[in-house]
Nanobody
């Protein structure tokens, strides 16, 4: 069993930056593909980014490509999402998730463990 806890959310002006963290406990994250998802009010959950267990491969949604960077530190059992050039449409609850699927995936059905999420609000 993996427990995931996100932190780092908050209120930021458009054009600003935030760095989200996802700390895991219960077992090591080695071997897990990790992903970030977000859900805005009244909308379905959407994929943001994913990273392979080694950190060598990443995958981004088109809407965040070039602005967001996913990374991980397996020694610290933590995954990060650096968000730059934030836009009001990035406002959502951001959640991290862990998957045992070998390849990077944007399907939330492929992820086995989920955090509770952290709120990110971008003002215009």
């Amino acid at each position: 069993q993996v427990q995931l806890v996100e932190s780092g959310g908050g209120l930021v002006q458009a054009g600003g930056s935030l760095r989200l963290s996802c700390a895991a406990s219960g077992r090591t994250l080695r071997g897990y593909v990790m992903g970030w998802f977000r859900q805005a009010p009244g909308k379905e959950r959407e994929f943001v980014a994913a990273i392979s267990w080694s950190g060598g491969n990443t995958y981004y949604a088109d809407s965040v490509k070039g602005r967001f960077t996913i990374s991980r530190d397996n020694a610290k059992n933590t995954v990060y999402l650096q968000m730059n050039s934030l836009k009001p449409e990035d406002t959502a609850v951001y959640s991290c998730a862990a998957s045992t699927v070998a390849s990077l995936t944007e399907s939330d059905r492929s992820y086995d463990y989920w955090g509770q999420g952290t709120q990110v609000t971008v003002s215009s």
